[in-house]
């Protein structure tokens, strides 16, 4: 298995335990998705982060870089 698809896997794995867990809405009986996302990825970047050392600024970058290329990804396939 490449670090990739590592990743990937273990990130799915993470939402998936997040949504079976959490504090459910009333009105929808489900998870907010839009709270679910912010905490999800706040509480990655909070890791990443302090364990970057003196590569905080870079790390910063790095995940900025990463969310725009998510995002140009997910733009792309949603356009086919």
């Not at 997040?18 to 998870?31: G, L, P, S, T, V």
Request: proline share 1%; net charge negative.
């Amino acid at each position: 298995m490449n670090n990739e698809k590592l990743a990937f896997d273990i990130a799915i794995k993470s939402m998936e335990d997040y949504a079976k867990q959490c504090k459910k809405e009333k009105n929808h009986k489900m998870m907010n998705p839009i709270e679910g996302t912010y905490l999800l990825v706040s509480s990655l970047a909070l890791g990443l982060l302090y364990k970057s050392d003196d590569f905080l600024d870079d790390c910063k970058e790095l995940m900025h870089e990463a969310i725009d290329d998510a995002f140009k990804i997910v733009k792309d396939n949603n356009h086919e």
